[in-house]
Structures are given as structure tokens and as C-alpha cells.
């Protein structure tokens, strides 16, 4: 395949695995670099630079293709803003293939100084945006692509709840640089949708979980397994709302305790040892899917089966050129 993904990327399938805390470490991202497509480091797995180096330094050593790395802008307890313009020199000194960049951009959050660092290392730049002013905003200060990310996605949508379908053709119709399509990304299908629409390539994450190299607790497996698109909810509005974001995830014991609160009227000190990342990462290794958020899309109602990360890329690129021949083959 090529798209202006592929050659920005210089990877064989426009198909980029999204962040994942706790999940998205060398061996996953390696794994799905290694298919062809583009795996994901996510920083905040590491809690200094020199444990981020080690990570960014195993998947050079497990890989030779292309992976970028996540860095999430937004105010955390456990992560420094100084931690994260560390992490974003590691980037740059390493010479990743591209940082994603999720949540405030670069410029205002890091500094202005931090997409020029990029650019004279070779090293590309990607937002993950949720409306069309924010990806305008992307291209204007230079970053290289973006990704649109609709309500459907897991992790924090944007509270406009635009879908995936409306808002990746608005963002192609003002922007000129590539454009990557997520939320409700989980096949061929939905690949040869986001093409349709103007995308260059699509980014996963929810999909990547549920594949044999994530690592997760069987019980995880299960749930992905058993789940439709209706078993995620909305919340945290309150919380997140004056940051322009939500939060999208399974609909379990814990998210129901964090309904409860909302809908109480409580704040941050109420809601934090429920919605803890560490709760996360201990479910992700013990099972127990009641006790944690854990941040899954609506795709999971397309998720059939745990394949290995390389059966789902070729599965994948067949499934969208026989989804686009079929469609032409009606005209």
C-alpha cells in the first residue's frame, strides 16, 4: 500500500497502533512494527528518563522498522510537565520515527521550542485531535499529520462527541497534511471506510489490545471477546470538561462508583482512587475487569477473535481492498 502515511512513516501499511498505558511497551510496539505497520511506545509506561531510554533503546533492538512513541499532554500526577519535555528530547535524540502527541499540543503545553527539535532531528510530529480547529491549529504551527479521533474512541474523546464518520472528511477538507482516521478503527472494513473519507491511514489501539502480543490477563481476552459496542460509557465530564474532553471506557463496577460521585456532585480527591492508573495496571495483569477504568472503544463490538498482531495487519489490508472492490464493483 501507499498512502501519504506509509511515506511519511516509511512503513509498509498505513495502520498506526494508538497509545496504551501500561499495555503499549517495546514488545507490543516492536511486534506490530515488525507486520509492517506502526507500532506504539507509550512514555507514560516509565516513570524517569533513563527508564524511558531503556524502553526506547529495546525496541530499536527488537525491531528495525519504523514505531513512533505517545506522549500525553495533559496534567498528571505521577508525570511532570518536565518529565514529559524530558521524554520528548529522548524522542529527538534517539531519532524515533514520530511522537504522537495526545492531548494539549506541543507548542502551548511543552513550548514553542519543542516542534522545531523535532524537525531539525528528522523526527515526526503527530496530534491527535478531536475537532477540526484543533487539527487547523496543528497544521498552522507545523506539525507533520494528524489524527482524528471520533466519539467512539477509547481513552478521552473530545466533548463535542462528533463521530468518526462526520468529523475525519471536515478535517480533510481544511487541512492539506496527512490525516490518520481513529475511533471505531478495528478491521479492513472500517480501513477501506477511513480511506473512503479521505483518510491516509487509520490508528488502533482497542483492536491492538485484544491481540495475543499485548500480554493481558485471560479474563481481559474474555471480556473483549464478550462485550458490544454498547458496553463502554461517557463520563468524567466535570472533571475533564474545562480540558475540552471526557472519558470513554468499559462500563463496569468502577465506572458506575465513578457515575455515582459525578452525579453527587464530588471532585478530584473523590474521584482519584477510582479512577487511579495503577488500578488499571493491576487489571490488566490480575483480571479482576470490575475493580478499574479501563479505557475501551466502541470497537470492541467488531473484535471476534485474539489473533497474533501479525494475522490481524494481513487480515486487515485483505479485508479493506475486497471491502473497496465490492463497493466499486456496485457503480
Same mark, same amino acid.
Given at each position: 500500500m501507499q498512502t501519504r502515511v506509509t511515506e511519511l512513516f516509511g512503513c509498509k501499511y498505513p495502520i498506526q497502533c494508538g497509545g496504551m498505558l501500561w499495555i503499549a511497551k517495546p514488545e507490543l510496539a516492536a511486534a506490530i512494527s515488525n507486520t509492517g505497520a506502526v507500532g506504539n511506545l507509550t512514555s507514560g509506561n516509565y516513570n524517569s528518563g533513563e527508564e524511558f531510554t531503556t524502553a526506547v533503546d529495546k525496541t530499536f533492538e527488537l525491531t528495525k522498522n519504523p514505531f513512533i512513541v505517545n506522549i500525553t499532554t495533559m496534567p498528571s500526577i505521577r508525570l511532570s510537565v518536565e518529565l514529559l519535555q524530558e521524554f520528548f528530547k529522548?524522542?529527538?535524540? +534517539?531519532?524515533?520515527?514520530?511522537?504522537?502527541?495526545?492531548?494539549?499540543?506541543?507548542?502551548t503545553f511543552l513550548g514553542p521550542q519543542y516542534i522545531p527539535m523535532a524537525k531539525e532531528a528528522g523526527v515526526k510530529v503527530i496530534h491527535k485531535v478531536g475537532t477540526v480547529k484543533h487539527a487547523m491549529h496543528a497544521q498552522k504551527v507545523g506539525y507533520d499529520a494528524v489524527t482524528v479521533a471520533g466519539f467512539e474512541e477509547g481513552g478521552?474523546?473530545?466533548?463535542?462527541?462528533?463521530?468518526?464518520?462526520?468529523?475525519?472528511?471536515?478535517?480533510?477538507?481544511?487541512?492539506?497534511?496527512?490525516?490518520? *482516521?481513529?475511533?471505531?478503527?478495528?478491521?479492513? +472494513?472500517?480501513?477501506? *471506510?477511513?480511506? *473512503?473519507?479521505?483518510?491516509?491511514?487509520?490508528?488502533?489501539?482497542?483492536?491492538?489490545?485484544?491481540t495475543q502480543?499485548?500480554?493481558?490477563?485471560?479474563?481481559? &481476552? +474474555?471480556?473483549?471477546?464478550?462485550?458490544?459496542? &454498547?458496553?463502554?460509557?461517557?463520563?468524567?465530564?466535570?472533571l475533564l470538561g474545562d480540558f475540552g474532553l471526557q472519558v470513554r471506557?468499559?462500563?463496569?463496577?468502577?465506572?458506575? +462508583?465513578?457515575?455515582?460521585?459525578?452525579?453527587?456532585?464530588?471532585?478530584?480527591?473523590?474521584?482519584?482512587?477510582?479512577?487511579?492508573?495503577?488500578?488499571?495496571?493491576?487489571?490488566?495483569?490480575?483480571?479482576?475487569?470490575?475493580? *478499574?477504568?479501563?479505557?475501551?472503544?466502541?470497537?470492541?463490538?467488531?473484535?471476534?477473535?485474539?489473533?497474533?498482531?501479525?494475522?490481524?495487519?494481513?487480515?486487515?489490508?485483505?479485508?479493506a481492498k475486497e471491502a473497496m472492490q465490492k463497493t466499486l464493483a456496485k457503480f
Open positions: 529522548i524522542c529527538c535524540e +534517539k531519532k524515533v520515527t514520530a511522537i504522537e502527541i495526545a492531548g494539549a499540543p506541543v507548542d478521552f474523546p473530545h466533548k463535542d462527541n462528533v463521530s468518526t464518520l462526520l468529523l475525519v472528511p471536515r478535517v480533510v477538507e481544511e487541512v492539506d497534511i496527512p490525516v490518520l *482516521a481513529a475511533g471505531g478503527m478495528a478491521d479492513g +472494513k472500517s480501513m477501506a *471506510a477511513a480511506m *473512503a473519507l479521505g483518510a491516509d491511514g487509520v490508528m488502533m489501539a482497542t483492536r491492538f489490545l485484544a502480543e499485548s500480554g493481558v490477563h485471560p479474563n481481559i &481476552y +474474555k471480556v473483549l471477546l464478550e462485550k458490544k459496542e &454498547y458496553d463502554t460509557s461517557l463520563n468524567l465530564q466535570t471506557a468499559l462500563r463496569n463496577g468502577i465506572m458506575r +462508583k465513578v457515575e455515582e460521585v459525578e452525579v453527587a456532585g464530588g471532585d478530584l480527591a473523590d474521584l482519584l482512587p477510582l479512577i487511579s492508573g495503577q488500578r488499571a495496571k493491576k487489571v490488566w495483569e490480575e483480571g479482576n475487569v470490575e475493580e *478499574a477504568m479501563l479505557t475501551i472503544g466502541q470497537s470492541v463490538g467488531r473484535i471476534n477473535d485474539i489473533p497474533t498482531v501479525d494475522e490481524l495487519v494481513e487480515r486487515m489490508v485483505v479485508e
